[in-house]
């Protein structure tokens, strides 16, 4: 499975862990739902990815670094409204669709959920590469 360093930053504070590089558009998708707060990012990715808390916080970084891991860094600032991204394979859009997932597997028999986040939003998309040296 390809994972991602997600970071969320809010009120000075930042948390740091792994997810699957596949949920990033149910990260996309809570925050279009109007997630102002890590914790009602949580409570509204419940929704469509109900197992990626609990991947999250099983898979915390100790200290948030602002480096890639595998698949690259996600960054959210809670207090900015920004999303940076630095990877190399989904670049992130304002709109954008997610498949749910049921906390083990997509739930690829249903229809993908658009989404639309806030243009109060910025998302400044990086591309990464692991330095090869």
Not at 18 to 25: E, F, N
Not at 30 to 45: C, H, K, L, M, Y
Request: net charge negative.
């Amino acid at each position: 499975m390809s994972v991602i360093r997600l970071i969320m930053s809010e009120n000075g504070h930042a948390s740091s862990g792994h997810i699957p590089s596949a949920s990033i558009s149910s990260v996309m998708w809570a925050i279009a739902e109007g997630a102002r707060s890590t914790n009602e990012f949580w409570d509204a990715v419940n929704a469509v990815d109900p197992g990626l808390k609990e991947h999250f916080l099983t898979n915390l970084d100790n200290s948030p670094l602002l480096e890639g891991y595998d698949d690259g860094l996600l960054v959210i600032s809670w207090d900015h409204c920004c999303i940076e991204s630095f990877q190399a394979y989904q670049p992130l859009r304002h709109i954008g669709q997610v498949v749910p997932h049921n906390g083990r597997f997509l739930e690829e028999d249903k229809d993908p959920i658009e989404y639309n986040i806030s243009s109060t939003w910025s998302i400044i998309d990086h591309h990464f590469e692991e330095s090869r040296h």
